[in-house]
């Protein structure tokens, strides 16, 4: 409630006052678009300021700071689209009856947004303030920028060019190493640049040096949590790119160059649009995201905004992609494979990137919980999900309101399925299926089908890759109390993620008890049956994963058999409620520098 009084406070004066002053619906139009524009404005300076606030929180290492900004960023969108819409509604309640005064509010609002370079996101901010204003009513509004255009910047504003050939000589990456324009000193330099020279060396020995022409890298750093990154890529013969990510650490004494980010699963599981957003300290995020998508072509563009925070963007875009792929591929939205979710329905076409989903009204036959909150409560979950720092292992979670799809894209047993069990989020209309809200995520293969389908050692990084999800999402205060491996998904470099969240709660908020201190043959009940809230025993957890194979169970164990003590969960209780922000595995130990690390089964 505080932050929601903050962004009203913020709203700027004097419009309402001067919508009650006019009886012309043409100068209310007017004011309207003059104050939704001066709101985004304020939105978008404040965007701004809190992503160049990362760098200032990872140069003064105030880690708490770094996660405060980064949250407040996730949810400064919402929170003033809802204070705008809220307010609108009151100084102007025709806008929300007559759709007529929004083409002449939208008409008004347009030209000021022309050559800027972001429209888009102006034009992203009204739409969205207009669906919020007709919420809790099923008036779907598109997804869409219409044919505005934003203005390019130079290219040199976006990345830096450093020539060089094979070997790369210390002396380039030195240069390199500046891109980020950080205010903390190196603590070895040219030791530095010599590591990562020698390790880029090594890289391409086997290939000759492979036509190296130039290294490119983004101007800015790319912050979140603990971290900071810089990114590039290596421009070889015929115009072939390949990562070249450095990771910085800033110790008490200055900087250090942790480790060299080389190859696609690296970056993919370090870039994963599942991932709390980097914020970049560059302001040009089309070309930000053409960049990444450079290095990483096999994911969609849309979601390579989100790996930048820009969500408003890739929604457009990844509307876009379904829409496309279903017109492209002519096949029919159905039930997803894997194990039907007793709260959730899931659905996909075989081809998508993405799997769609729905809220039932009520959970099926197998829920194992004793209560249900019902629909919104689950939903809201996946709200929460959005706005909290997910570790990159998290799933993200795309919210879509008062949308309509043809209903000739879905199987009729799914549609019926749909309008029968989940009337809180579906309605049929026409030749349409109107969505009071729908939940699109990145398509991962089910955890369960994994480790049934793939060979003993794919089968083993990836069951060990759980115990790291699980890892990092305690690490953000987030528990899931059901270890079921039908919760989790499994990408193409094997990393895994959570992505069922009705039985997500705050670490914090849990209760860890264990059975271990009982004597054998003792029958009384436990003193822990009886408390209220969320009990959690660690010993139970690879009963938990329901995980039939016996080899897979004992590669997760010899992995994270510290997650099965009642010492690991405490101890980081404590770090959490002491406001410290716990570090997170994000890469495997053969990227790091000096000695070349021993592989490790974790991202690879």
């Known amino acids: 409630m505080n932050e929601r009084r903050h962004e009203r406070e913020q709203l700027p004066p004097g419009y309402p006052a001067r919508i009650a002053a006019t ?25 701004l300021r809190l992503t160049w606030l990362a760098k200032s929180a990872f140069e003064a290492r105030d880690h708490p700071a770094a996660v405060a900004s980064a949250k407040r960023r996730l949810g400064l969108y919402n929170a003033t689209v809802y ?135 983004i101007r800015g750093g790319f912050f979140r949590n603990r971290g900071a990154y810089l990114v590039g890529r290596l421009v070889l013969r015929g115009g072939e790119f390949r990562p070249c990510v450095i990771a910085l650490l800033n110790e008490p004494n200055g900087l250090r160059a942790e480790a060299l980010l080389h190859s696609a699963p690296h970056i993919h599981n370090l870039f994963s649009s599942t991932e709390a957003p980097f914020q970049v300290t560059n302001r040009n ?18 979601l390579h905004y989100s790996t930048i925070g820009y969500y408003h963007v890739t929604k457009v875009a990844v509307m876009d992609d379904v829409r496309r792929q279903l017109l492209r591929d ?17 659905f996909t076409a075989p081809h998508s990137d993405y799997v769609l989903k729905v809220i039932r009204d009520r959970p099926t036959a197998g829920y194992k919980w004793d209560t249900f909150g019902g629909a919104d409560a689950v939903l809201a979950k996946y709200k929460q999900v959005h706005e909290i720092n997910r570790t990159g292992s998290m799933l993200d979670n795309i919210l879509y309101y008062n949308l309509k799809l043809d209903r000739s894209w879905f199987a009729p047993a799914l549609a019926q399925e749909l309008v029968a069990d989940a009337g809180n989020a579906v309605q049929l209309r026409g030749d349409s299926l109107v969505f009071r809200y729908l939940v699109v995520q990145r398509k991962l293969t089910p955890l369960n089908l994994f480790l049934e389908r793939e060979p003993e050692p794919r089968a083993a990084r990836a069951i060990v890759n759980l115990g790291y999800c699980i890892r990092n999402n305690a690490a953000a205060n987030v528990f899931n109390r059901d270890f079921d491996a039908r919760n989790y998904g499994v990408s193409r470099y094997l990393k895994v993620y959570l992505y069922d969240y009705d039985a997500v709660e705050p670490l914090t908020d849990v209760k860890v008890r264990t059975n271990n201190d009982r004597f054998d043959g003792e029958e009384e009940v436990p003193g822990w049956f009886f408390e209220d809230g969320i009990v959690f025993l660690p010993e139970e957890i690879e009963v938990g994963l329901r995980v039939a ?53 974790a991202n690879e």
Not at 23 to 47: K, T
Not at 162 to 184: K, N
Not at 206 to 217: N, S, T, V
Request: glycine content about 8%.
């Open 23 to 47: 009886s012309s619906d043409a100068a209310r139009a007017q004011l309207a678009a003059d104050w939704i524009r001066s709101v985004f404005q304020g939105f978008y300076e404040e965007f």
């Open 83 to 217: 204070a705008l819409a809220d307010d609108l509604r009151e100084a102007f309640p025709a806008l929300a009856r007559h759709e007529a005064l929004w083409a002449d509010v939208e008409a008004a609002y347009r030209p000021a947004t022309e050559g800027r370079y972001e429209a888009d996101l102006a034009l992203a901010y009204i739409h969205s303030t207009r669906r919020r204003l007709y919420h809790g009513e099923w008036r779907p509004v598109e997804y869409d920028f219409g044919e505005q255009r934003t203005a390019a910047p130079a290219w040199d504003e976006v990345y830096t060019t450093y020539a060089c050939e094979w070997p790369v000589e210390p002396r380039v990456v030195q240069r390199l190493l500046g891109v980020g324009d950080l205010g903390v000193p190196f603590l070895d330099l040219a030791g530095d640049a010599q590591r990562v020279a020698r390790r880029l060396n090594d890289l391409l020995a086997d290939r000759g040096g492979g036509g190296l022409r130039a290294i490119e890298m």
């Open 285 to 302: 995020y089309h070309e930000l995201s053409d960049f990444l998508r450079s290095i990483m072509p096999r994911r969609p563009l849309g």
């Open 330 to 346: 002519r096949e029919p939205l159905d039930v997803a494979p894997g194990h039907r979710g007793t709260v959730a329905i899931a």
């Open 549 to 601: 194979a016996r080899p897979l169970r004992r590669a997760f164990r010899a992995a994270h058999g510290e997650l099965m003590t009642v010492e690991y969960w405490e101890t980081l209780q404590r770090s959490l409620r002491d406001g410290q922000v716990p570090g997170i595995h994000t890469f495997p130990e053969s990227c790091h520098l000096g000695e070349p690390g021993l592989a490790t089964v």
